[in-house]
């Protein structure tokens, strides 16, 4: 397929140089994206830039992913406004093999020509002194140029250092290597790093007198004006140790009707055909949030895997199918239900029906951290038993516990829990 025509249908291309569409029509092309191991692990804001190299590989070209252990060193001022706190060797060496074995789970490695391939600008940054790199790249640019670009601009009035600033000739040197070493092309990434690539392609041709080329992806902005990839709890985060396989799949499950019509087309790997037929069916009847589900299998199946994305029990629809009441959890097997609940958060309890329902809330569960919140949710309706509402005045029983055993408890909408009987 045409990477660039297959971008734009996905709305996923906010700049691009002149002659890079005729450059990838000439055959196999080698590009790349830097990744800065800031943590041991992607969120999924660095999930558009790894979907981007996906499509380039899918397009029969060759990807790279810079997974930079000298560039997290000095810390990429694009987009910041303050400097970044610098990572030892020791941690960023722990967080390049996590960032590294996230890539292995969307691109393939092992696939002849057009394989691809993780590098580390360490490597060839080692062994070179200072007075090697400012002599050998750092007299092709002047300070008048980088002075110009957005990301030092902005910083101006607030101070960036000299290693924030010298971070777009680090950058683009990486570019000016991988160029010379890999016959690399093309460098992608995201719309605020454009100034950043373009200093690359200004040293490559500087430097080797060759061509280079450059496209960059729009940033993700959620409908209601707040970050994408963010909730109230942090970040989600690939790693399952740091986002647990619910809570990113719910992400998606919350994203709204106007912003999973962008997710679909930007972090689904399903064909313009099926996208498209997909969305029709999905406006036909919102409330059934088909988008979101379709979306949010995929991407945990990738992530995580088909056999964790099962262990959640949402083809059961346990919690989010509003056809399911108590009644209906009661009739269950308890085998199926079990396996419905497999990975729900679950808390032990000791099971006395007697207790207070506010000190049951708030005390014995620990759902809200003390009475007062528990009492004004209650009069929010905003608290569920086995899916039922219920009220300030309920008094707890022990038909409450399914199989004498289980209790499923819903804090509003989206947080549900599954209380043990010990």
């Given amino acids: 397929m045409n990477f660039i025509e297959e971008l734009k249908w996905r709305g996923m291309i906010h700049d691009m140089m002149p002659g890079t569409e ?28 790894v979907m981007t190299l996906v499509h380039f590989q899918r397009s029969g070209h060759k990807p790279y992913a810079l997974v930079g252990g000298a560039t997290g060193m000095v810390g990429d001022p694009s987009g910041k406004s303050q400097e970044r706190n610098l990572l030892d060797a020791e941690t960023l060496l722990i967080n ?15 696939c002849g020509e057009n394989a691809a391939v ?14 090697d790199f400012i002599r050998d790249a750092g007299k092709h640019l002047s300070i008048n140029y980088m002075l110009a670009k957005d990301s030092v601009k902005s910083r101006l009035e607030t101070g960036m250092s000299f290693t924030e600033f010298s971070y777009q000739l680090v950058q683009g040197y990486d570019f000016y290597h991988l160029n010379k070493s890999h016959n690399c092309k093309i460098q992608l990434g995201g719309s605020d790093q454009w100034g950043n690539i373009v200093t690359g392609t200004e040293l490559i041709r500087r430097m080797g007198g060759g061509s280079a080329f450059a496209v960059t992806t729009p940033l993700i902005k ?6 994408f990839g963010k909730t109230e709890t942090g970040a989600i985060w690939l790693n399952k140790d740091k986002t647990s396989v619910r809570d990113f799949y719910q992400y998606w499950l919350n994203a709204s009707d106007e912003d999973v019509l962008t997710y679909i087309k930007i972090f689904s790997l399903k064909s313009r055909q099926e996208i498209e037929l997909l969305i029709a069916q999905h406006q036909e009847d ?5 988008l979101q589900k379709e979306l949010g299998k995929e991407i945990t199946q990738r992530v995580h895997s088909k056999e964790e994305y099962e262990a959640l029990g949402l083809e059961l629809n346990i919690m989010f199918d509003k056809g399911i009441g108590k009644n209906e959890l009661s009739a269950m097997n308890q085998m199926d239900f079990e396996k419905a609940i497999g990975s729900f958060d679950r808390m ?3 099971g006395t029906n007697d ?3 506010l000190g049951f809330l708030a005390g014995s569960t620990g759902i809200y951290p003390s009475n007062g919140e528990a009492r004004r949710a209650l009069q929010g309706n905003a608290v569920a038993i086995n899916k039922e509402k219920i009220t300030l ?18 804090k509003g909408k989206k947080k549900h829990f599954v209380v043990v009987k010990e």
């Fill in 22 to 49: 005729e450059e990838l029509l000439n055959g196999v092309t080698a590009g790349y994206i830097g990744f800065d191991p800031t943590a041991d692990s992607l969120h999924i804001g660095n999930l558009v830039q």
């Fill in 96 to 110: 390049q093999k996590g960032v590294t074995s996230e890539l292995e789970k969307f691109l393939d490695f092992d």
């Fill in 118 to 131: 993780v590098v580390n600008n360490y490597d060839w940054f080692k062994n070179m002194t200072f007075l």
């Fill in 222 to 227: 959620k409908a209601d004006g707040t970050k």
């Fill in 286 to 290: 919102p409330s059934k949030k088909l």
């Fill in 348 to 350: 032990l309890v000791e």
């Fill in 355 to 357: 207790v207070g329902l």
């Fill in 393 to 410: 005045d309920y008094i707890l029983n022990a038909d409450d516990w399914l199989f004498d055993k289980y209790m499923l408890i819903s």
